[in-house]
Each structure stands twice: as structure tokens, then as C-alpha cells.
């Protein structure tokens, strides 16, 4: 795949997609390994901070120079319509530029990133990764929403698409038709009864199961009522702020913390249970453990399968690239240091975004959005470790994705 990949670069720009756990983050990382070996500038973004940070890159916004518009005209109105030398010299130094989560991205930011990239004149390629049958663009109030693939744009860039099948999340031939099912909001009476078996008592012990929220509301207060029941005292880690550049001040690092879901302080007890939430080479996103042990720079966890894991510290930077003379380096403006634990008794269906989940529980009642439930239900390893909340309302009407995603996919 990542030969085939390679060889629609030489003439294309690249669309990678597929449905959850196919293997898009796998494949995109391996061409940006490729790059990097040949001594090509990669820029990695997304066009949230969270999605940008498990790339390892920065927002849309922040590296195009798009300040706060959400669209041409404002940007005009913003006096950001001509970029400044800088930031033209810093695309033109691209070779390829990299747009995760493509599905969250809207027609007016890709509008805006042609416009920037016919500006410098960038002659490189641009990999644009993620699935339109996930979560959409993030609208203001009551606006429409547009997806990527509305735009001109979109056409302008003249896709070819690599389409990833299966899942290495899970091998349950079963399970894996309901996903797609319920991915594509085409169920049937045998889809809706094997919902309807997912639905079962939940256990006195909530504390053995996580529960995932549409609301970060929902996901904090029960984080901290079941913490409160926990023996013990609270601990609270502080995370460790780093600024690289002088010019930084508190409002941009509380805003990036906001964007990278990093919390001022972890609170935390010895035996409360946590979920990783980065990859490692003993543990991976969406691993489930429980604390035996914390210090100031070492927590130990002891995970499901027994075995005890020492956790120290991950830095998260805000970087930017900056043109230096012909070349681009990547400058860091922050970086924030904490451990890559979240409590494990409640998260929401956004922050479990690239996460492999075990033994947790959906609350139904609080999707709201499109394609949310499949998200949410595409996490779990198992069809015997995850746990629905009965709906108020039917699984047809749960289980639905915006219409222009739908035709888009079927189209494609």
C-alpha cells in the first residue's frame, strides 16, 4: 500500500480514507517517514489542535497564517487576504503538506488553503487523510454545514484515492458488518437486533467501565463523583509549561491547552482507573489500567493483562515552521509536560477519537451529532466489551450521517 501510495504522489495529490481502524494514521505515517528520510520538509496539520497534536504538527489556521476567519471574505476583512513574504517563502519550502481529519475541515478552509498555496506557488504534493462518514466540520450557531469535498477546491487538487478496507482494530466478521452498517446509516432488522444485544445491565461497580459522553459536562462530573468515592486522598500533578519563545503569554498557553485537551493539573488516587491516551511501545491510546503508584515524575499502572507499567512524562509542543533563507525549520513556541493518562471513568466521544477502547459503556441518549454514534461504537476491540445505553428514541434515528457525506461516499 505504502509503494502504491508513493507512486500517486509522483503526479497527484492524495486522498487516504476508510472506516475506523482501517489503518489511515499507519499508512500516512509511513509516507511521512519516507519524506522525512529524503530529506523532504513535511508540514503535518489538522484543523483542530487536538488532531494536530497526535500528528505531532500545528492547526490550519496557525500555519497558513488564517488568524481567526472561517472564510475568505473574512479574511479579507481581517487584512490577512495577502500573506506576508514569510509566510509565502515558509509554504513555497514544502514539499508535501499533510491535512488530517480532512472530514472536520470545511469548504471555506479549504478555499482558504488553495488560496494560500496558489500564493506561494507551491509546487508539492498535498495528502489529505480522514472519513467524511465521521465527524463533520465544526459550525458556528445555526450555519450550514459545507464539507471539503463541496468546495471547488476539493476538485482543483484533483484527488486520486486510496481506500482502506477492514479494521485492525477488530476481526469479528459480525461486528465489523454492523460498523459498516451503521457507518454508512443503512441498518437492517438483523443490524438493529445485534444493537439491541449490546444492550445490557450495566455493573454496580462503575468504576470497571468507562462511560462515553456526547458532552464534556457529563464526562468531568462523573469523572469527579467517581473519584470522590475512591479511599484515599486526591493528588494533583501539575502540568509543566515550557515557553521556547518570550512573545508567548498566558492566554496562548491556555489556548493551546484547550486545544490539545491538556488539563492545568491532573487529579488523580492511587487505585483509580485510567485510560492511556498516546501510543507506546508498552501501552496504546485507549489502554485501560489502574494507578498503584504516583510521584511527581513517575506513575505506575498495572494494566488489565497484569502487568505493571512505569509512566513518566510526554512533552506536547506548539511548534511553527519558520523560512530560513531557502529552507524551513520547525521552531517550538510551547511545550507542555504531562503524564499520557486521563481518568478512566468517563471520556466523550470527541477525545476518544483514535482510541482502541475495552469494557466501556455508550450513553446513546447524548449523540447528537452525525455519524457521533459510529464513532463511538467503532472504538471497542470487541462486540463482548462494549455496552450501549438504550436509546429514547429508535436506532434508525441514532444511527444517521449527514446526507452530502452519504452521497459523497457512494459516489467515491
Same mark, same amino acid.
Given at each position: ?5 508513493? #507512486? ?21 505515517? /509511513? ?12 508540514? $503535518? ?9 497526535? @500528528? ?23 487584512? #490577512? ?14 514539499? @508535501? @503538506? ?22 506561494? %506557488? ?15 466540520? =465544526? ?6 454545514? *459545507? ?7 476539493? &476538485? ?11 479494521? *485492525? ?10 460498523? %459498516? ?7 437492517? %432488522?438483523?443490524? +438493529? ?30 469523572? $469527579?463523583?467517581?473519584? %470522590? ?11 509543566? =509549561? ?15 491547552? =484547550? &486545544? ?17 491516551? $498516546?501510543?507506546?511501545?508498552? *501501552? *496504546? ?34 511548534? $511553527? ?12 513556541? +510551547? ?69 452530502? /457525506? ?7
Amino acid at each position: 500500500m505504502v509503494e502504491n501510495a508513493l #507512486k500517486i504522489l509522483e503526479t497527484s495529490n492524495l486522498f487516504i480514507t476508510g472506516g475506523a481502524g482501517s489503518g489511515k494514521t499507519t499508512l500516512t505515517r /509511513a509516507l511521512i517517514d519516507d519524506a522525512v528520510k529524503k530529506g523532504k520538509s513535511v508540514a $503535518r496539520l489538522a484543523s483542530t489542535g487536538m488532531a494536530a497534536t497526535l @500528528i505531532g504538527g500545528q492547526t490550519l489556521h496557525s500555519f497558513f497564517d488564517l488568524g481567526i476567519a472561517n472564510s475568505q471574505e473574512e479574511l479579507e476583512r481581517n487584512g #490577512k487576504l495577502e500573506p506576508s513574504k514569510k509566510i509565502i517563502k515558509l509554504i513555497r519550502s514544502m514539499q @508535501i @503538506i499533510v491535512i488530517d481529519e480532512i472530514s472536520m475541515v470545511g469548504a471555506p478552509l479549504l478555499d482558504m488553503i488553495r488560496l494560500r498555496l496558489l500564493q506561494a %506557488e507551491f509546487s508539492g504534493r498535498l495528502i489529505v487523510v480522514g472519513d467524511f462518514l465521521q465527524l463533520p466540520p =465544526v459550525t458556528r450557531g445555526s450555519e450550514p454545514i *459545507y464539507f471539503a469535498f463541496e468546495s471547488l477546491s476539493w &476538485e482543483r487538487f484533483g484527488f486520486e484515492t486510496i481506500r482502506l478496507e477492514g479494521s *485492525y482494530r477488530t476481526h469479528e466478521a459480525e461486528f465489523l458488518s454492523l460498523l %459498516e452498517q451503521v457507518r454508512h446509516a443503512r441498518i437492517d %432488522e438483523a443490524a +438493529i437486533s445485534a444493537l439491541d444485544e449490546l444492550v445490557k445491565p450495566l455493573s454496580e461497580d462503575m468504576s470497571s467501565v468507562t462511560l462515553l459522553f456526547g458532552k464534556n459536562i457529563s464526562a468531568q462530573n462523573h469523572n $469527579r463523583s467517581q473519584l %470522590e468515592h475512591l479511599h484515599g486522598e486526591i493528588v494533583e500533578l501539575s502540568t509543566y =509549561v515550557t515557553l521556547h519563545d518570550k512573545k508567548m503569554q498566558e492566554r496562548d498557553v491556555e489556548r493551546f491547552m =484547550v &486545544e490539545s485537551r491538556i488539563e492545568p493539573a491532573l487529579a488523580l488516587k492511587v487505585g483509580a482507573p485510567i485510560l492511556f491516551t $498516546r501510543n507506546a511501545w508498552n *501501552y *496504546y491510546n485507549g489502554e485501560r489500567g489502574m494507578i498503584t503508584s504516583i510521584e511527581e515524575e513517575v506513575i505506575w499502572v498495572k494494566k488489565a493483562d497484569g502487568v505493571s507499567v512505569k509512566v513518566e512524562r510526554v512533552d506536547t509542543t506548539k511548534t $511553527r515552521w519558520v523560512e530560513k533563507g531557502s529552507t524551513a525549520s520547525e521552531e517550538k513556541l +510551547i511545550t507542555l509536560s504531562q503524564f499520557p493518562i486521563t481518568l478512566a471513568f468517563a471520556i466523550t466521544i470527541h477525545k476518544s477519537q483514535g482510541m482502541s477502547l475495552a469494557d466501556y459503556v455508550i450513553e446513546t441518549n447524548e449523540i447528537f451529532a452525525p455519524s457521533q454514534f459510529y464513532v463511538a461504537l467503532s472504538r471497542s476491540v470487541s462486540a463482548h466489551r462494549v455496552t450501549l445505553i438504550r436509546p429514547n428514541r429508535g436506532w434508525e434515528k441514532l444511527c444517521f450521517v449527514h446526507p452530502k /457525506a452519504k452521497y459523497f461516499s457512494v459516489r467515491e
